[in-house]
């Protein structure tokens, strides 16, 4: 049986400045940094205590597919105080949270790369 998702990629640029983002800006650890023998790297991320790593792809590895709604959701348990904090590192979002017509709050963000992902609380 599966017991879950292990990682999901996102396509970046430049793997050193998507880590200082995901890092120093969203305040997530990193968890892996493999060479992987051909100048390639293999780099995760994740939130502290999660399960599931995202993982910060090179065109070389992945494809030029950078830039996309990644229709990757992640939760916050205050997502005002959330917003809040991320904007005042410069994060950029879509816009304020706004309430979802089942009734959550929720936004999207960016990164350097422009992939765009959905922030909401959990209900």
């Known amino acids: 049986m599966i017991s879950y998702i292990h990682s999901t990629t996102v396509i970046v640029k430049d793997q050193d400045a998507a ?8 305040g997530w ?13 293999f780099l995760t991320v ?8 995202l993982v910060l792809g090179a065109p070389t590895m992945y494809g030029d597919n ?9 939760i916050a ?10 904007s005042g590192k410069g994060v950029t979002f879509k816009g304020a ?18 992939n765009e992902f959905f922030l909401t609380e959990a209900t």
């Not at 650890?29 to 790297?41: A, F, L, T, V, Y």
């Not at 950078?66 to 992640?74: C, T």
Request: proline residues 6%.
């Open 66 to 74: 950078k830039g996309i709604a990644s229709g990757i959701s992640m």
């Open 77 to 86: 348990d205050d997502l005002d105080a959330t917003y809040k904090d991320l």
């Open 97 to 114: 949270p706004e309430t979802m017509p089942w009734g959550a709050k929720a936004t999207w963000f960016s990164d350097p790369d422009g």
């Open 19 to 26: 880590l200082d983002f995901y890092t120093n800006k969203l």
């Open 29 to 41: 650890e990193k968890r892996n940094d493999n060479d992987m023998g051909n100048g390639e790297r």
């Open 46 to 53: 994740a939130p502290k205590g999660a399960t599931t790593e």
